[in-house]
């Protein structure tokens, strides 16, 4: 209900929302558009019009956040849920070497969450503004349980699948492991997370300009970890038709998370890529000016016919699994 549209030119392709009319639903979206401020943009037509790309290619993708689904109300605040769901979007963008150009919000909200619907939406704000992006545009529904669906879309010069991965490619990825796992296991179990593992759980950081890094330097295959690092890389072998040979003890872990926790731990957010050895020497000469992400080779690309690894045999992070 609350859609952009933008004028052709690249440099002109934003403008301020439309005067809308009365009503509550219009009245929460005008709430929505002082929450965002100049991130929300050209909003009150059908649909998002977006400019011709010069030259790459136009990424595009979709992720939900449902309550009791992918967190409980106790376990985050409201501004942490919306900054979160933003996070988990984005970070397909950069699973693909994206840049982030805009973001579309849809919410489904029960009576019990329109008082923390602000607080929500400061936290994709947030979110939205340290990608660089836009929002232009979204719906709003009741429902029965609190929801946030955001598309979003981006642009790559060089756009990375999980297709490409060639034997003898390193096996990389970003950051630190295990946090949003342990996370889980301690609120499941009646207990409080640690510090680190709950800001890992609550306040990932999409990898937006390591996605790009790692793209112009010659990843061969890359996605984001968000079933567990053992389950994706299974899905990063299957897609190219190769087997990624993990070492355990190489795997960077957060404090108390144990190697085979680390691998079984979902919703990371962080990145797992193959590239070529000589590509990576030279990425890792400029690595740390990104940050201070670490960047971690935890294995190698072997061929189908190596027999089982860790990857292939440890579980992954179920989605669909009661919580």
């Known amino acids: 209900m609350f859609n952009s549209h933008g004028n052709d030119p690249a440099d002109a392709l934003f403008r301020t929302h439309q005067t809308m009319g009365q009503g509550v639903e219009f009245d929460t979206i005008r709430m929505l558009m002082e929450r965002w401020g100049p991130l929300a943009v050209d909003i009150g037509d059908d649909a998002a019009v977006l400019p011709h790309l010069v030259s790459g290619h136009r990424v595009v993708s979709t992720d939900a956040c449902v309550e ?18 933003a996070a988990a979007a984005l970070s397909d963008l950069a699973a693909m070497g994206a840049r982030a150009e805009c973001v579309l919000v849809a919410f489904v909200v029960p009576p019990s969450w329109e008082a923390d619907l602000p607080a929500v939406a400061d936290g994709i704000g947030d979110q939205v503004r340290q990608a660089g992006a ?17 598309t979003v879309i981006g642009c790559a010069e060089r756009p990375v699948s ?24 301690a609120w499941l ?38 079933d567990g690092l053992a389950a994706d890389a299974r899905h990063l072998g299957a897609a190219s038709g190769v087997s990624l040979q993990l070492n355990a003890t190489q795997l960077p872990v957060g404090p108390g998370v144990t190697p085979a926790s680390a691998l079984q731990s979902g919703e990371e957010y962080e990145l797992l890529a193959t590239i070529p050895p000589a ?25 189908l016919d190596n027999g089982a690894t860790a990857a292939a045999v440890a579980p992954g992070h179920d989605h669909f699994a009661r919580r």
């Not at 992918?70 to 769901?85: L, Q």
């Not at 836009?134 to 955001?150: E, Q, T």
Request: hydrophobic share 50%.
């Open 68 to 85: 009791d689904v992918h967190f409980r109300r106790t376990w985050i605040t409201p501004f942490e849920v919306g900054s979160r769901a």
């Open 134 to 150: 836009r929002i232009v545009g979204g719906n709003l529904s009741r429902g029965h349980a609190f929801a946030i669906s955001l």
């Open 162 to 185: 999980r297709a490409g991965a060639q034997v003898g490619d390193l096996v990389v990825v970003t950051g630190t492991l295990g946090g949003p796992g342990a996370a889980l296991d």
């Open 189 to 226: 179990a009646g207990t409080s997370p640690s510090a680190w593992a709950r800001s890992r759980f609550a306040a990932p950081s999409p990898r937006l300009a390591e996605g790009q890094a790692l793209a112009a330097a010659g990843a061969t295959a890359m996605l984001d970890i968000s």
């Open 279 to 303: 590509a990576f020497v030279t990425l890792a000469g400029h690595w740390e000016a990104l940050g201070g992400v670490p960047l971690t080779v935890v294995g190698t690309v072997v061929a």
